[in-house]
């Protein structure tokens, strides 16, 4: 389910009827259109289709408007209904709308209004449905479509819900933005919504860090370009060549403010205008957008917009560091053992049984990105029997110093002591140390008792 979009037009006019459905094809490009003369058969079509919304006239032959309405609005609560008629009197606006009816015109009213009417109805339909579907899937506990994420490897309970939470929302247009360190799997979720979203349609990628909102504009929206002949050369964007299918931004917090307001503005109005252009395309494809910074953070930094930021997020996933997922190290071991083996055309090594345990104060900065690096690295070390740990070792040493390190060095403050104040500091710390002893605290620290002795005295 993605966009509710199927409409039906129904009065006895057919004139009128083909000229509303023409006008609204123009107006709401995204909608699907189907008409229908007879009031009589109202009931049957709603039960056949999956019509989001009815317009409907109040004067008909057969089943009058008012009494459609009651019927549509207690069997298909689901399905709005907008009534479009030449009836314009208050008493019977009044009356409709209490009974259900979304929105109520007179066909001489201005089409525009109609129009947004009906966009607004598609979104609520939209919304609600959109809204059961994510309940329905989050309560159950199993997976529709495991396959979706075959290449994300976990054994984890947090990830394995944020599997679940994901086939929920993936069918949801709103967008869906993945938060985690570089490394932690964003863009391997992304591709895993694109599987449950729209597998036949494309999967694209624009990396925003250090774009320009000049840049953004154009690889989104494509351009036209008019030659000095008067040829025009079209050059397609992202939003035209991605379709129905997923697109991804990557690191959307480092999109420039400017770049924002386009952003913004696509999802809003689900359109956009080709660079040179004045015709509007409808944007169809679903944005997936991931960071590695804290949105909100940077929202109060005054970098990110607010509002953006909100529509962003209408569906988040947070992916845990590596460091917290000590379950998942040695399969990933194996699997990253398999890749490289396979890509080097090298034989499989064996994992020792105990580098798991090894590596598990280690906190892995650069996350599946540095495992899979290490192993590789292993990999192309080994003897095709056991796996060689070195490159394990190596980080964990490095670690393991980088975070002693200050222990056995002394920090100065930005201000440095005079040595007056350095003697005092150093006969304070070593008298402390022996318990008051002059004796023991003068070996600590390198003088006779009685030096020591004459320099407390001095103090
Ligand atoms: N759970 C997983 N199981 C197996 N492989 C994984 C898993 N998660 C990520 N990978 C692999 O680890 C590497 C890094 O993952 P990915 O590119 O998705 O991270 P990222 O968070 O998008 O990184 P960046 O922020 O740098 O773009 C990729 O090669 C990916 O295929």
Redesign the pocket.
Known sequence: MKLARNILLVDDEASWLRTLAVTLNRLVPEAEIDTCVDSRQVINRLQVGDYALVLLDLTMPFDCGETLLAMIRSEFPNTRVIIVTGVNEVDTAVRCIKNGAYDYFIKTDKVEELAQSVRRALEVVGLERNYLHIKERFLSRTLDNPQAFN????CEPQMLDQFRYLEAVAFSPEPLLIF?Q???????FARACHSLYSPQAPFLTINLAGISSEVFAQKMCGHLHHNSDGQVDAVAGLLHQVGDGVLYL?EVGALPLAAQITLLDLLETRQYYPLGSDSAYPVRCKFVA?T?DDLLKLHQAGQFRSDLLYRLRAHKIKLPPLANRPL?ISM?IN?FIAQAASEMALPAPQQPADLATKLASYNFPGN??EL?GMVFDAVSRSDGVALNISPFMEAINEHKSLTQAPLDTLVFPKVLPSLAQMNQALIDEAMSRTANNQTAAAQLLGISQSALSRRLKGH
């Open positions: 290449n994300i490897l976990t985690g570089s490394g932690t799997g964003k863009c391997e990557n991931s590695q998942d990933l699997h599946l990105h899979k």
